[in-house]
């Protein structure tokens, strides 16, 4: 059957208005970054991952920063990791009281500090354990559970894909997000997509691409290359919400120097909802993301590195000099 990207699907009795998605960010998708998916298009965002033991230590920050939601962000899915089915299902419940849809559980995370708690692409390795924890994650929380897995933890290993038939068959996730690379390559490497077109064919639920999906022009390729039933794009959105549009058929065209300083200014005004005095601080690595598509660089850009206050951010805004190159 034809599917297009702007076509609705259901995850779990969940439906979703399109097949474009926002990847979980670790240390970035919190509710504002969701929203402006959202706002732009996307169908579904996910959230950046959540500790499941900050959670069952009830850590503040935790609790009231990582598990805000926004009520025009809807549906969503929150993202755990963690390696104990039992606090998993405890933080899965706690998770399940701020609103989402779905939950969703991290087993392709590289990052070594995650996986030497035998979390993230450790599980890979782990396949009883990581389909308990599924099943408890669902029982904890009686929503959907969702799941993000690599193709295995070293390049040329399949185990990702064999985990996640089991996780369908025996643990019945309502989805597979499948990044067809191996944990020790990150982000580097050709993804591939034939591994996606296998899990197609050996699991009734939906198979979400993500990995490589930089561009508007990679994503469609990579939709109809790998018969996956959405995309789930991730650096490819940062600084770059468009692509939302473009994928979805809003916008035909890059956004003008304009759009730019007006979405970078509504980040500024977000975070300064989330964070207060500390959003100056905590935006620095948002914006480059939008300098650079402006043209700013060099000491100019370095400027918004120093500042102390949104109001000097606003200030670089309202002053800001767009290269002739970048305003055409």
Known sequence: MTRELTDPFDVGGVEIANRVLLAPLAGIGNWFVRLQARRHGAGLAFSEMVSSFALHHRNERTLREMLRVHPEEHPLAIQLFGSDPEVIREAAAIVAAAGPALIDLNMGCPVPKVCKTGAGAALIDDPDRAVAIARAAGEGS???????????????????????????AEAGVAAICLHPRSAAVHHKGTPDYGLVRELKRRVDVPVILSGGLSTAARAREAFEASGADAVMIARGGLGYPWIFGELTGARDAPPRPGEIVAELRWIVDQAERHWGERAARNLRKFYPWYLERLGIGGRDAHAYQRVASLDEVRELLENARIPLAAAV
């Open 142 to 168: 009686g929503l959907p559970v969702t799941v993000k897995v690599r193709s295995g933890v070293r390049p040329g290993d399949r185990d990702g894909v064999e985990l996640a038939v089991r996780l369908a």
